[in-house]
């Protein structure tokens, strides 16, 4: 039973805290690696196929490096948020597809929560 109630504690930690959870960033790398099909095929709105796989890389890396390191992975993960903004946004969102639409908003949600982090650290 108390194994149950650690495992319960860990999860409301995450859930009131996501900015030090790997999970978002993981969300952000399996998005991306799953629209890789869409990337190479060239539909409108997804980035290319080269920029979903590094991309996929880039988040994947920074959940991993969450789990060892929080503040720096937050950071990493929040910069590479807003490149993946800057470059491929304005093309989502002209596409008035949903796809690319969700794909882009999961991506600054996820960059905002790692952000908050990140200015609670530089902060205290």
Known sequence: MDVLRKKYQEIEVSLRNPGSSP?????SSILCLGTCIK????KPGYPPYIGLVAFSAIFGGSSWI???DTEHGSSIATSWGIAFSVLFAKNAFKSLKPGPIFLTSWIIGSTGCYASEMWENLVA
């Not at 999970?23 to 969300?27: D, I, R, S, T, V």
């Not at 990337?39 to 060239?42: D, I, K, N, V």
């Open 66 to 68: 969450i789990t060892q």
């Open 39 to 42: 990337g190479l095929q060239g």
């Open 23 to 27: 999970y978002p960033a993981l969300g």
